[in-house]
């Protein structure tokens, strides 16, 4: 089965100041910019977008040389916001990453007084690099951030800066001495995205691009106030009934013995998406939807971003395995069978009905 995804319905240019219109010429700014320093991935750079815009965490998948951390160290080069990468490996401890702290004695006085050294969390964008090769117990430091925003050092909460984003990546050939994740931790990552190779063209503008003496800097088009405003106004796009209850038969179509699961995921299926995975959806189509000018969700937009956010949320068994049924085909046969209940339109505040 292809991992393809539907493509959001054609729409007239939206209205100048609309909030399509603010959010699609953003994105275009960023897109953009990006572009100076990545060669293709424009599927990969959607995605990372809208979980931006969603105030989502990412998971990136892909062998080593695919550009994943130069995407994101650019990423948030755009976007003006600070940044930190983390390389995760087996001797990481939990304080290495959420700081530690010091103890500081006063010169005049002599006075002693323990003072909290911010880690490398403490930054707006994080690259969790390799995450799957630090132990759980640095996994969980990175858990609590992710979930809270904050940390706990010797009993003390430390508020992150605001806003606040995880990006890892994971490597799928390397298995020996890693530390799968837990569901629980993949679960707070709105998309898992998965970054694939090159086209032939495009390798070779790679090559041409990296071998030379010149290099393309990244232009900052965004600051973290406009960024903000943009997250509020893709929060802001309507939902009608009829899409909430596509959403809801998507999700709950894969929890087995449920009395919801459809007859094939009882049979391919070990655990199903949550309801995480759900209020992803919502809010991912909503992006989605402003990304295409649009100030209403169609059930197209759905299911653009029905791949990055069900399949790391579904686990397969022994018998999906052995036939080779991978997530990304269980979500297509999914997206196949599950059919919308209404037309776009019916039900939204504004919105003429089709």
């Given at each position: 089965m292809s991992n393809s995804q539907s493509p959001p319905p054609a729409t007239p240019p939206p209205a100048p100041g609309s909030t399509g219109g603010r959010v699609q010429e953003a994105h275009g700014r960023m897109k953009a910019a990006l572009q100076r320093?990545?060669?293709?991935?424009?599927?990969?750079?959607?995605?990372?977008?809208?979980?931006?815009?969603?105030?989502?965490?990412?998971?990136?998948?892909g062998v080593p040389g695919l550009a994943k951390t130069l995407l994101i160290s650019s990423l948030s080069e755009t976007l003006d916001l600070t940044f930190n990468r983390i390389q995760f490996t087996p001797?990481?401890?939990?304080?290495?990453?959420?700081?530690?702290?010091?103890?500081?004695?006063?010169?005049?006085?002599?006075a002693r007084n323990f003072h909290f050294a911010p880690g490398p969390l403490f930054a707006n964008v994080i690259l969790a690099d390799e995450i799957n090769r630090t132990p759980p117990k640095t996994q969980s430091a990175l858990l609590e951030a992710m979930v809270e925003r904050q940390v706990t050092s010797a009993g003390r909460r430390h508020a992150l800066p605001e806003p606040f984003f995880v990006l890892a990546t994971q490597n799928p050939i390397e298995q020996e001495g890693t530390y799968p994740l837990p569901e629980a931790q993949l679960d707070r990552f709105m998309f898992q995205v998965n970054v694939d190779y090159p086209s032939a063209a495009e390798e070779r503008e790679i090559l041409r691009r990296t071998t030379g003496n010149t290099s393309d800097e990244v232009?900052?088009?965004i600051d973290a106030a406009e960024l903000s405003e943009l997250q509020s106004l893709v929060r802001a796009v309507p939902v009608a009934d009829h899409v909430y209850d596509h959403i809801l038969e998507l999700t709950r179509g894969t929890r087995?013995?449920?009395?919801?699961?459809?007859?094939?995921?009882?049979?391919?299926?070990?655990?199903?998406?949550g309801p995480r995975a759900s209020q992803y959806l919502v809010l991912g189509a909503k992006a989605q939807a402003a990304l295409a000018g649009r100030d209403h969700v169609a059930i197209a937009d759905v299911h653009a971003v029905a791949h990055p956010v069900l399949r790391h949320r579904i686990v397969t068994n022994f018998t999906a395995?052995?036939?080779?049924?991978?997530?990304?085909a269980i979500v297509d046969r999914l997206l196949a069978e599950v059919r919308p209940g209404s037309e776009v339109g019916v039900g939204v505040p504004g919105v003429p009905q089709a």
């Open positions: 320093v990545i060669v293709g991935q424009d599927r990969v750079i959607d995605q990372l977008l809208i979980a931006i815009l969603s105030r989502g965490h990412c998971l990136l998948v001797d990481l401890m939990p304080s290495d990453i959420t700081g530690t702290e010091l103890l500081q004695i006063d010169p005049e006085s002599g232009e900052r088009v087995v013995r449920s009395g919801a699961a459809l007859p094939f995921a009882d049979e391919w299926i070990t655990w199903g998406a395995a052995a036939e080779g049924i991978t997530p990304d």
